[in-house]
Nanobody
Framework: QVELVESGGGLVQAGDSLRLSCAAS????????SAWFRQAPGNERDFVAA???????AYAEFVGGRFIISRDNAKNTMYLQMNSLKPEDTAVYYC?????????????????WGQGTQVTVSS
């Protein structure tokens, strides 16, 4: 069973940037699609961004060009660079890994999850 550990969250002001990391262990991520989701209090866990094993990328519409998903297979780590953060980006951010190479935007198709990292953006 793969283990995913997120880091990089914190409290920032609107307009600031953060880079989230998700380190994987017990399995190489290079052959699998991965994604970031987020969950604000009282809301469902929403899709943010995904990257396939082939490097294909998808973003949620609300990202609006502000976030960049990437992965470093040598480090077995994936990233989410978040720029121009807004108060509405406040949420717990989760990384997830599929058991196949193609990305998906639906959380139910990701069986492997990290514990989440809190991002709080003040106005």
């Amino acid at each position: 069973q793969v283990e995913l550990v997120e880091s990089g969250g914190g409290l920032v002001q609107a307009g600031d940037s953060l880079r989230l990391s998700c380190a994987a262990s017990r399995r190489s991520i290079s052959n699998y699609a991965s994604a970031w989701f987020r969950q604000a209090p009282g809301n469902e866990r929403d899709f943010v961004a995904a990257i396939s094993a082939y490097g294909e990328i998808a973003y949620a519409e609300f990202v609006g060009g502000r976030f960049i998903i990437s992965r470093d297979n040598a480090k077995n780590t994936m990233y989410l660079q978040m720029n121009s953060l807004k108060p509405e980006d406040t949420a717990v951010y989760y990384c997830a890994l599929r058991n196949g190479p193609d990305y998906d935007i639906h959380r139910t198709n990701y069986p492997n999850w990290g514990q989440g990292t809190q991002v709080t953006v003040s106005s």
